[in-house]
């Protein structure tokens, strides 16, 4: 890149982030490219340190497991969802869209269909919650009724989702600073002023497969559940940005954001069992500091309201995709913001509807059976880009209807739906049961069948595939492009 576009590069980022972002699923080119790796950081680590991490958290410590080997289910299942997440954000640089548009190569443009349609029920579902939480944390602290406090929260993180990519970048990136310095402050004072009972800390003798597995499986699924919308928020980065680089700073803010929160909410359930995950959180910060409780819900709530935005721009983004494999849609600021509104303000209401104890209640079940959906996806999405088509795309024709991508792609399809399939027995859910999970006495190993099942299925089928004719277009499909990304080696 040359230094006028440098130059170009960062006073169009500066005079774009005081106004509403203009594009939405489309191309972007790479005049309007631009970015820190930090950003990738900031952005994941602030995006996960919030308080709906907390519920993944405490599921050990309900389940009887004690505050030791929760957190060690907790690492173990964080770093094994952070891998497959960290790894679509190298996408976002060298193709310029966002996560879902991508899709098309693998499923078809009609048989993606479903896959957003799922993306945009996660979408739906963590604003829900956000929301629900926000507001039942907001009347904890004094600062309002659950419902009222919802609706302004909920209407607020719109606001960030409608002026876009470049404000979720800067909130998150400012948030990430105080979080540190708060989350800083409560391990220490934890470790060294309050402690822990003896039996919380214990290694022999305390631990259990059973629960062990289930907070592994936990904080898999929960992670995974981000993989729908990583290069939506590396999209803007020039294509010269080292996918190694970009994969390992995304690893790192969203793996120790989300373990950072739900350490802590294993220490609020260890420390108040009987409290709901806010106010055991906030009994656990004033044993710190008096006050200090209310300081990290504060913190804590920023982060959830920003990440809530998050969910909203990327479901919008996905309501668009779909709507442009029905028909060719034209992807203007309009049409985002429409969508935007349709996405949060439905679910705003429903997230101030529900019971305020809702999260403590039904967390886990919401989060698994969105994660089964997803997971076939991300295996199929990823040996795709890094194995079968090594990055080779043509952006143009992702967006033909007509195009070498077909309406259609019974591999994509074929491999999705027999791992989902293979799931099934490994299942562990309130309303239902797998065989295998049951005689493995309640041990949840969906996660870990269906992601290699899809993966290798994929990778078999496609070996009968000609892309000869595929790649040999790529060229000059894109010849209009202000860039051609190069394909990884």
């Given at each position: 890149m040359s230094e006028q576009t440098r130059v170009y590069t960062r006073?169009?980022?500066?005079?774009?982030?005081?106004?509403?972002?203009?594009?939405?699923?489309?191309?972007?080119?790479?005049?309007?490219?631009?970015g820190r790796l930090s950003d990738q950081a900031t952005i994941w680590f602030a995006g996960s340190a919030q308080l709906l991490s907390l519920a993944t958290g405490a599921i050990g410590i309900s389940l009887g497991l004690n505050l030791t080997w929760t957190l060690s289910g907790l690492l173990l299942g964080t770093v094994l969802g952070t891998i497959p997440v960290a790894a679509h954000a190298s996408q976002g640089p060298h193709l310029g869209l966002p996560q879902m548009v991508q899709t098309r190569p693998q499923f078809g443009r009609h048989g993606a269909i479903f896959i957003w349609l799922v993306a945009v029920a996660v979408y739906w579902g963590y604003v829900v919650l956000n929301v629900n939480l926000m507001g039942a944390t907001a009347e904890q602290l004094g600062l309002g009724s659950a419902t009222s406090s919802g609706l302004v929260l909920g209407l607020a993180s719109i606001v960030f989702a409608i002026f876009g990519y470049h404000w979720l970048h800067v909130g998150q990136r400012y948030t990430t600073v105080v979080l540190l310095v708060v989350?800083?402050?409560?391990?220490?004072?934890?470790?060294?002023?309050?402690?822990?009972?003896?039996?919380?800390?214990?290694?022999?003798?305390?631990?259990?497969?059973?629960?062990?597995?289930?907070?592994?499986?936990?904080?898999l699924a929960y992670q995974l559940s981000w993989a729908f919308f990583v290069s939506d928020y590396s999209r803007y980065m020039p294509p010269t940005t080292s996918p190694r680089s970009i994969i390992l700073y995304?690893?790192?803010?969203?793996?120790?954001?989300?373990?950072?929160?739900?350490?802590?909410?294993?220490?609020?359930?260890?420390?108040?069992?009987?409290?709901?995950?806010?106010?055991?959180?906030?009994?656990?910060?004033?044993?710190?500091v008096p006050g200090f409780g209310a300081v990290l819900l504060v913190i804590g709530g920023i982060a959830l309201l920003i990440f809530n935005g998050m969910c909203v721009y990327g479901g919008a983004l996905t309501l668009i995709t779909a709507m442009d494999s029905v028909a060719s849609t034209s992807p203007t600021r309009s049409l985002r913001v429409k969508m935007i509104a349709l996405t949060g303000v439905s679910a705003t209401i429903v997230g101030v509807l529900l019971p305020t104890d809702f999260i403590n209640t039904t967390f886990y079940t919401i989060l698994a059976v969105l994660a089964y959906l997803m997971a076939p996806w991300t295996a199929v999405n990823l040996v795709d880009y890094f194995i079968i088509r090594k990055g080779r795309y043509s952006i143009t024709e992702i967006f033909n209807p007509a195009g070498i991508y077909g309406r259609w792609n019974w591999r994509g399809i074929t491999a999705y739906s027999i791992a989902f399939v293979s799931m099934i027995p490994f299942m562990y859910l309130s309303f239902y049961q797998g065989s295998v999970a049951i005689y493995l006495?309640?041990?949840?190993?969906?996660?870990?069948?269906?992601?290699?099942?899809?993966?290798?299925?994929y990778w078999l089928l496609c070996l009968s595939q000609d892309l000869s004719h595929e790649f040999s277009i790529i060229h000059a499909a894109d010849l209009d492009l202000d860039t051609v990304a190069k394909p990884i080696s």
């Open positions: 006073s169009s980022s500066a005079r774009s982030a005081l106004k509403i972002e203009t594009r939405s699923i489309d191309y972007v080119p790479l005049l309007e490219r631009h989350l800083a402050l409560f391990t220490v004072g934890i470790v060294f002023g309050v402690g822990f009972p003896t039996e919380q800390v214990s290694i022999t003798g305390t631990f259990q497969f059973t629960p062990f597995l289930m907070v592994v499986s936990a904080s995304t690893a790192v803010g969203a793996g120790t954001g989300v373990f950072a929160m739900e350490a802590v909410g294993a220490v609020g359930a260890a420390l108040f069992p009987k409290d709901s995950l806010t106010f055991a959180l906030q009994q656990s910060g004033d044993l710190v006495g309640g041990v949840d190993l969906a996660f870990f069948v269906g992601i290699p099942v899809g993966a290798f299925l």
